[in-house]
């Protein structure tokens, strides 16, 4: 199973809303990553997990919570959102983080997410 | 500063035909590059994968060409198709501890009948 699972797949939400992202992979993975993708631009990281522990955290807005329950689950939370955070978020995983350079990124499908 | 670049940014070509999508970074110390295709609103899916002492690896109608010394590289798509049709990602990763992934900004791809 090469495959990473996001849902839902859209998403569409009021800024006072709370609602989560989910992220599943089973190949044994232990480095997973959030981005976000704005239309017609490459993907921005926020967040790394490595062996289920908070690697990376690039300056994310506090309305946006990762958390990995395990190995091979990735959520992340969203609470009090702006309209400009409508993106495409994108869940991947790789095999090792500390060896990301030899690995490759598998990613996910993505979660179309619109904030009304 | 880590940087990848792309050309062209988009590119319009018929079914059937030949194109070469150009990637040129500024990253170092390299560890390896990636080419992805993108369908709008999809995730990436790598397409290959080149080390420093790869120049040429194929994967398909999709053939990669890697120039460490001048920092290049090239996607070489053969035969186009209509399901060719999307973004095309080079991404460079920097050899050390952690994550360093660069995107470039793409090539999009449009294949016509």
């Known amino acids: 199973d090469t495959e990473v699972t996001q849902t839902p797949k859209h998403l569409v939400m009021g800024m006072t809303n709370k609602k989560s992202l989910k992220c599943e992979q089973h190949?044994?993975?232990?480095?997973m990553y959030w981005y976000k993708q704005k239309a017609k631009k490459p993907p921005e990281l926020m967040f790394v997990?490595?062996?289920?522990?908070?690697?990376i955290n690039e300056s994310v807005p506090s309305r946006f919570s990762p958390e990995c329950p395990n190995s091979s689950l990735l959520n992340l939370h969203l609470h009090a959102l702006q309209p400009e955070d409508s993106a495409l978020y994108l869940c991947?995983?790789?095999?090792?983080?500390?060896?990301?350079?030899?690995?490759?990124?598998?990613f996910g499908p993505g979660t179309r997410l619109t904030v009304l | 500063k880590n940087q990848v670049e792309q050309s062209p940014q988009s590119l319009i070509i018929l079914e059937g035909k030949n194109c070469t999508l150009q990637?040129?970074?500024?990253?170092?110390?390299?560890?390896?590059l990636r080419w992805y295709k993108q369908d709008t609103g999809r995730g990436p899916v790598s397409l290959t994968i080149?080390?420093?002492?790869?120049n040429t690896k194929s994967n398909g109608r999709y053939t990669a060409t890697l120039d460490a010394d001048t920092k290049q590289s090239s996607l070489h798509i053969t035969a186009s198709q209509l399901s060719d049709s999307a973004s095309y990602i080079c991404?460079?990763?920097?050899?050390?501890?952690?994550?360093?992934?660069?995107f470039g900004p793409g090539t999009r791809l449009s294949v016509l009948p």
């Open positions: 991947a995983s790789s095999q090792d983080y500390e060896l990301a350079g030899g690995n490759e990124q598998f």
């Open positions: 190949m044994g993975h232990r480095a």
């Open positions: 997990y490595s062996y289920e522990k908070l690697s």
């Open positions: 990637c040129n970074y500024t990253v170092s110390p390299f560890s390896n």
């Open positions: 080149m080390t420093f002492s790869e």
């Open positions: 991404v460079v990763t920097a050899r050390g501890y952690g994550q360093n992934f660069v």
